[in-house]
């Protein structure tokens, strides 16, 4: 994770109200329900998630994120105050990836942490080594975001039992593990849903099929998503598999379009170029993709609505191009698309070649 000097061409204030507070089904609609903003070229399309398979054509190939959601957030205790403690990943080492926030929901984070400091949580005690991965990752300059720790205690076994779905003050109350599930998750490992596929349906995948669209999947597992402006992503874990990588370049060799579900599986999936190519791999990514570093075999998304500042905008912009994202973003803001993880959809579709 590092600082970026790179800034996003696209501009756009997104209203607080337009946030999704809550899932789809808790508001009265079906997970494919939620709307879906289709954006080419030659214009904007309005629809619903469901209608995914009449917007792409057969031969293409959607890849998708089969990770699986964990528990990641704790109340602790740090100075003798109250926190939330947010669990990134482990490392290989066994070290953890943690962040701290404000108390009670976690709408803050807690950037005046100093090395050697203890977080008690009821399962495990944290011992803050160094600020993650190094100092001064913070792009603000007041303090650390992120830390690498060490557990005397089994803090994953803690947070299986006792912890819940990192979750944000945004949202109108606490919603179950299952709710942070996609339909094909099934490698746990990411500390928040890789959203962009969970308005996926049994039902629209054999849609998808039946009209010659293909489906593979790719694993990466997210770390905590609650960057500030100007921070890049942290390294992830990821793996892409020999049969996912054999389907992107037959797909590509055919003519047709590789449409990554979200900025997870366009940064695995362009974690593994090789010589202009995607062969199968797996370890920690560092890749950002952005406009100065563009998709080398994405060139289509399947996405989520992102804020202004965050990182994830630069890699929409970078797929999508500056103006096709843009007009997609002044549509979403005009007709109140839904933001955040449980909220509205976009399909950005550019030109090709």
Same mark, same amino acid.
């Given at each position: ?11 756009? @204030? ?11 089904? /808790? ?19 309005? =629809? ?57 929901? =976690? =709408? ?25 991965? %190094? ?15 060490? =557990? ?6 803690? *947070? ?9 003050? !945004? ?33 629209? *995948? ?13 694993? *990466? %597992? ?15 874990? !990821? ?8 389907? #992107? @370049? ?17 940064? /695995?999936? @362009?974690?593994? #170029? ?31 609505? %992102? ?9 929409? @912009? ?6 096709? /994202?843009?007009?997609? !973003? ?15 959809? /976009? ?7």
């Amino acid at each position: 994770m590092s600082v970026l000097t790179e800034h996003s061409g696209v501009r756009f @204030e997104a209203p607080a109200t337009t946030f999704a507070p809550s899932p789809a089904e /808790a508001r009265g609609l079906a997970r494919d329900e939620v709307r879906l903003l289709v954006a080419r070229p030659g214009g904007l399309a309005h =629809a619903r998630f469901r209608d995914l398979p009449d917007h792409l054509a057969p031969g293409d190939l959607v890849v998708v994120n089969n990770s699986a959601t964990v528990a990641g957030e704790t109340d602790a205790r740090w100075r003798d105050r109250s926190v939330v403690l947010h669990a990134a990943t482990t490392l290989d080492d066994g070290s953890w990836v943690v962040e701290l926030r404000s108390w009670p929901d =976690a =709408a803050r984070a807690v950037l005046d942490a100093l090395p050697g400091e203890q977080v008690v949580t009821a399962g495990a005690t944290l011992t803050l080594r160094a600020p993650y991965p %190094h100092p001064g990752s913070s792009p603000t300059g007041r303090g650390d975001r992120l830390w690498r720790a060490t =557990a005397d205690g089994d803090l994953r076994r803690h *947070l299986d039992r006792r912890g819940r779905p990192i979750a944000y003050g !945004y949202l109108q109350g606490r919603f179950p593990l299952d709710a942070y599930q996609t339909v094909f998750a099934h490698v746990p490992g990411s500390a928040e849903m890789a959203s962009a596929g969970r308005p996926f349906t049994d039902a629209l *995948l054999t849609r998808l099929v039946s009209r010659g669209v293909g489906v593979a999947p790719v694993t *990466l %597992h997210t770390g905590v998503s609650s960057q500030e402006a100007g921070e890049g992503p942290q390294p992830e874990w !990821y793996d892409v598999p020999a049969a996912t990588a054999r389907l #992107v @370049e037959l797909t590509r060799a055919a003519g047709g379009r590789v449409v990554a579900t979200g900025t997870t599986v366009t940064r /695995a999936l @362009e974690s593994a #170029v090789v010589d202009g190519r995607v062969e199968p791999g797996s370890g920690w990514t560092e890749r950002v993709v952005t406009p100065a570093s563009p998709p080398v075999v994405v060139d289509g998304l399947v996405t989520g609505w %992102h804020d202004a500042t965050a990182s994830h905008l630069l890699l929409v @912009e970078a797929v999508a191009g500056t103006a096709l /994202a843009q007009a997609a !973003y002044d549509a979403a803001v005009a007709e109140r698309y839904d933001w955040h993880e449980f909220g509205d959809s /976009a399909l950005l579709l550019p030109a090709r070649g």
